[in-house]
């Protein structure tokens, strides 16, 4: 098993310019998560989706946000534009679906992507 | 959203058990509460979770209290490769939505 795979692993771009995120999460999961990671904010959910469908998007900071995941194995982050406020490491992570076996919620996580806008 | 809160920092001596706390006394009848770690340079990992009675596995062991505003998670043997960030979360039963407070940043020393 892979595990959760995100590209790029870094990502160096100048203001303005048009960044986007990419994430395969592990075979079988039914939900995906977006976080952001800085040293002020700490780690914050950005949006998920389940099955596909986005769930709650109250996370994303602003319209040049957006997220999409148009099949179960593949899913984006876009910011456009982006701004040097947006630096930071961006985190994917998938679960599971929920049973009733399932009372927890171990997120599986990806190794992130560092973005730098300069 | 139930709010945790724990120490920033917390040093322990490698081999030597670990109590790292945490307070969540808005919890609710349906929050569960879990523990996530963050290696250095990586994406946070599941620890333990629970809801009323302790538990245990392979990687530690959850105390929660009588009243459940309050729990500790115990590494039973600190190793230099337990030094983490530890995240005590909250989740609601009826939500996926899980909220990361800034967490205890363990360091172990050899």
């Known amino acids: 098993d892979a595990g959760v795979i995100q590209s790029p692993r870094h990502e160096v771009t100048e203001m303005g310019q048009e960044v986007t995120l990419r994430c395969k999460p592990i075979s079988g999961h039914d939900y995906l998560f977006w976080y952001r990671q800085t040293m002020m904010r700490g780690l914050e959910l950005l949006i998920y989706f389940n099955n596909n469908v986005p769930i709650d998007d109250s996370g994303m900071p602003e319209d040049r946000f957006s997220a999409k995941m148009p099949n179960a194995s593949f899913s984006t982050l876009k910011i456009q534009p982006s701004e040097p406020r947006d630096s930071a490491v961006y985190f994917c992570?998938?679960?599971?679906?929920?049973?009733?076996?399932?009372?927890?919620?171990?997120?599986?996580f990806g190794p992130g992507t560092r973005l730098t806008v300069l | 959203d139930a709010k945790t809160t724990q120490p920033n920092s917390m040093e322990s001596n490698e081999e030597e058990p670990v109590h790292l706390p945490c307070n969540h006394s808005t919890i609710s009848g349906t929050d569960y509460i879990h523990w996530y770690r963050q290696l250095p340079s990586q994406g946070p990992e599941y620890v333990i979770h629970g809801l009323t009675s302790n538990v245990n596995n392979r990687m530690a062991s959850l105390a929660i209290a009588e009243d459940r505003k309050s729990s500790t998670l115990i590494l039973h043997r600190a190793t230099l490769r337990d030094a983490a960030v530890y995240y005590c979360i909250l989740r609601d039963i009826r939500n996926q939505k899980v909220t990361f407070g800034i967490g205890t940043k363990l360091q172990v020393i050899p």
């Open positions: 992570a998938s679960r599971p679906g929920t049973s009733v076996l399932l009372s927890y919620n171990e997120q599986f």
